[in-house]
């Protein structure tokens, strides 16, 4: 009879054992796969956080030289502003140059607008006297009727112009006079010889 109660009792116990023992086992493998997936995490947090102080330290490089940056750029807009009032002032100078030689354009304008107009009044004046001279140079000249018919000279003065009837004025040759031409006599100057005189011996004492 114990027998026959152990059997069961065992086989009971067994299966409730093996029960428990897949039970334990599927919750360890859920929690090592748990612990699986936090160490996965816990690795992939540590790369990100690696990643984002390597970031946030070039972030404080770029901060920092974007500030060296700020101040030079600040310095610069200052030079920059000083240079600007200097080429304001300078271009004022300048366009104050440019009115008064604007100024004096004007005045020389006019003044070569007098000049053009008084030699186009004398260019007028010039022109009626050529044309004066070239009328006076078609008529007859007056010395035509004092020279002979068929000289050089008239053939030249009055070249198809009418010949004028005139007396030719007699010339006359004045007389040379002869001038006399006086000539000096020359004296012969007397020559004067030297006496020589004889030279005296001295005697020895």
């Given at each position: 009879m114990k027998f026959q109660l152990l059997l069961p009792l065992t086989i009971a116990l067994t299966v409730a054992l093996v029960v428990v023992i897949k039970s334990r086992k599927q919750e360890h493998d859920k929690v090592d796969k748990r612990n699986k997936f936090?160490?996965?995490?816990?690795?992939?947090?540590?790369?990100?956080?690696?990643?984002?102080?390597?970031?946030?330290?070039?972030?404080e490089n770029h901060i920092e030289?974007?500030?060296k940056e700020e101040k030079m750029l600040?310095?610069?807009?200052?030079s920059c502003e000083q240079k600007v009032?200097?080429?304001?002032?300078?271009?004022?100078a300048c366009q104050g140059a440019v009115k008064s030689v604007k100024n004096g354009v004007a005045g020389l304008e006019g003044q070569l607008r007098n000049l053009h107009g008084k030699t186009s009044k004398e260019k007028e004046s010039w022109i009626a006297k050529l044309e004066s001279l070239k009328k006076e140079?078609?008529?007859?000249?007056?010395?035509?009727?004092?020279?002979?018919?068929?000289?050089?000279?008239?053939?030249?003065?009055?070249n198809n112009q009418p010949e004028a009837k005139g007396e030719v004025p007699s010339t006359k040759q004045p007389k040379a006079e002869d001038s006399l031409a006086q000539k000096p006599k020359a004296e012969n100057p007397k020559a004067q010889k030297p006496k020589a005189k004889a030279p005296k011996r001295i005697a020895k004492g």
């Open positions: 936090e160490s996965m995490k816990l690795r992939v947090t540590n790369d990100v956080v690696g990643e984002y102080q390597t970031e946030k330290i070039s972030l030289s974007a500030q600040r310095t610069d807009a200052e009032l200097k080429k304001k002032k300078e271009v004022e140079l078609q008529e007859p000249s007056a010395v035509c009727a004092f020279l002979k018919k068929g000289a050089h000279s008239a053939s030249k003065l009055c």
